[in-house]
């Protein structure tokens, strides 16, 4: 009997272990590798589209590690460094960080995601939501809705910002002056960004919030 009872206590220990060590939500959740920065400004009154990124980006978790999105990316913060603007042509890239981030105060701009809100999941198909993420540029801060997907360990996050919200008037007028042939005299003041970056999911037993 008190062999049966000692198994016992010895199986509710190793239980109680189990409970302590799983995560609240079922996930241990993990962004690896680097963090990718995109745009897309818009030229032409037929708005053709011109896209690119930044080789320089310095990405600071909340945490390495987390039960959920919230955990892992609310308050993460990201500097880029607008010199290192990437269209993958050389020329362009100098004229733009000439004719336009250099009009602008400040050799950086700084996001952080400051709150979220998840979709309801169904189960099989992409975790969708928003990201709401305090771009500061110019010596402007603005909040922007980003709307992100997660699908097959990739997370996805776009949204808009409007040049004359950041005070960017300056840095419009030059870089259309400056390509007004190629750009037909039109550049236009609202532009795509966005972000990717592989999140691991392990553990899950239930959907991650």
């Not at 609202?190 to 919030?209: E, Q, R, W």
């Amino acid at each position: 009997m008190l062999k049966i009872m000692f198994s016992l206590m010895l199986l509710l220990a190793g239980v109680n272990a189990v409970a302590l060590n799983t995560p609240k939500h079922g996930c241990v959740l993990k962004q690896e590798g680097p963090l990718t920065v995109t745009w897309g400004a818009y030229k032409t009154a037929a708005k053709a589209k011109v896209s690119g990124s930044f080789n320089s980006v310095k990405f600071t978790p909340s945490a390495k590690s987390g039960a959920n999105f919230r955990e892992i990316f609310v308050g993460s913060s990201v500097v880029i460094d607008t010199a290192s603007v990437n269209t993958n042509h050389a020329e362009r890239d100098a004229t733009l960080v000439t004719h336009f981030f250099t009009q602008m105060s400040g050799k950086t701009i700084t996001a952080k995601i400051v709150d979220m809100s998840s979709d309801k999941h169904e189960k099989g198909k992409a975790k969708t939501g928003i990201f709401r993420v305090e771009v500061t540029m110019n010596g402007v801060s603005r909040v922007v809705p980003m709307a992100f997907r997660y699908e097959n360990g990739q997370l996805h996050v776009n949204g808009v910002i409007d040049l004359f919200d950041f005070s960017a008037n300056k840095a419009l007028r030059a870089i259309n002056k400056a390509c007004y042939d190629l750009h037909e005299g039109k550049t236009w003041n609202d532009v795509a960004i966005g972000f990717s970056t592989k999140i691991s999911a392990t553990l899950c037993t239930s959907d991650t919030k």
